[in-house]
């Protein structure tokens, strides 16, 4: 069992920025692909970005030039750096690790963009 533990949401203004982080219950990250979620109520869960065990990433068109995945597996942890953001980026934000038929889910963090 993997327990992912999200911080770093919040209220920002339109143009800010804000770093999430989720803490990963052991050392995982040389087998697991790891994700960012959101989802807005009403919308399905969409993926931001991801990175796999050996650091490939990807990205949504919508947040390309804007938002960037980044892992230490020293701290088994894995970070979401979000820039200029907009309010449609407004949604609950998840981590997920990833290696199927395997998946597990943060609890996830409010990620409002507001003036």
């Known amino acids: 069992q993997v327990q992912l533990v999200e911080s770093g949401g919040g209220l920002v203004q339109p143009g800010g920025s804000l770093r999430l982080s989720c803490a990963a219950s052991g050392s995982i990250f040389g087998r697991y692909t790891m994700g960012w979620y959101r989802q807005d109520p009403g919308k399905q869960r969409e993926l931001v970005a991801s990175?796999?065990?050996?650091?490939?990433?990807n990205y949504a068109e919508s947040v390309k030039g804007r938002f960037t995945i980044s892992k230490d597996n020293a701290k088994n942890t894995v970070y979401l750096q979000m820039n200029s953001l907009k309010p449609d980026d407004t949604a609950v934000y998840y981590c997920n690790a990833r290696a199927l038929p395997s998946s597990f889910w943060g609890q996830g963090t409010q990620v409002t963009v507001s003036s």
């Open positions: 990175i796999t065990s050996v650091g490939i990433t």
